[in-house]
Structures are given as C-alpha cells and as structure tokens.
Nanobody, 123 residues
C-alpha cells in the first residue's frame, strides 16, 4: 500500500505560480498512475490532471490546460503539479491520488489519497 503526502500549497496572487509535490512512500511508486484532483468550498471534488506510470501519457481538465503541467520523478517517488497563471477560480484543496493497473481519470477509481494541500489565489 502506498502513502501520499502533498505539499507546496499556499496563498498567492492571481497570475502567480506554484508547484505542488506529491511524495509517496511504502511501495514502489513507479507502478502507480497518479492524478491530481481539487475541491473548492461547497463544490464536488474534480479532476485536474493525471499522469501514467512511466509519464508517457498526461491528461488535463479543460479549465487548467495550457496553465498546469503534471510530471513525475519515479527515482524520487514524487509527482509534481506546476501551476502557472493562477486564477481565483483555482482556489481549492488539492489532492493527489494513485492507482494501479488501468489508467483512468475517474475519481472513484483512485484507491490511495493524500490529505490535501490548500491553494488560495487572491484577486
């Protein structure tokens, strides 16, 4: 079983950048697909980005495409989410999640979750 810990969140102004990290322990990270999801107050958790085990495939929500970049360093057991041109609408708790076997973007199919990191973007 893999344990996930997110970091890198904070309070920034619109237009700024942040890089979130998702560090894994307890199991070889290279066999897991990883996704980033977010949940804003009063809203359902939503998909943000995902990356396959080897990094060869990435997917993004339309709302972040062109601004966010997901990447991974399996040697460091870490997945990153670089967020540029942040908007107030990006304010949310950001979670990373992992799953084995089939690569999907569906929240319910991810088995392992971190505790989340808060990102707040002021206008």
């Amino acid at each position: 079983q893999v344990q996930l810990v997110e970091s890198g969140g904070g309070l920034v102004q619109a237009g700024d950048s942040l890089r979130l990290s998702c560090a894994a322990s307890g199991h070889p990270f290279s066999i897991y697909h990883v996704g980033w999801f977010r949940q804003a107050p009063g809203k359902e958790r939503e998909f943000v980005a995902a990356i396959s085990v080897g990094g060869g495939r990435t997917d993004y929500a339309d709302s972040v495409k062109g601004r966010f970049t997901i990447s991974r360093d399996n040697a460091k057991n870490t997945v990153y989410l670089k967020m540029n041109s942040l908007k107030p609408g990006d304010t949310a708790v950001y979670y990373c999640a992992a799953k084995k076997l089939r690569y999907v973007l569906t929240i319910l199919e991810y088995d392992y979750w971190g505790q989340g990191t808060q990102v707040t973007v002021s206008s």
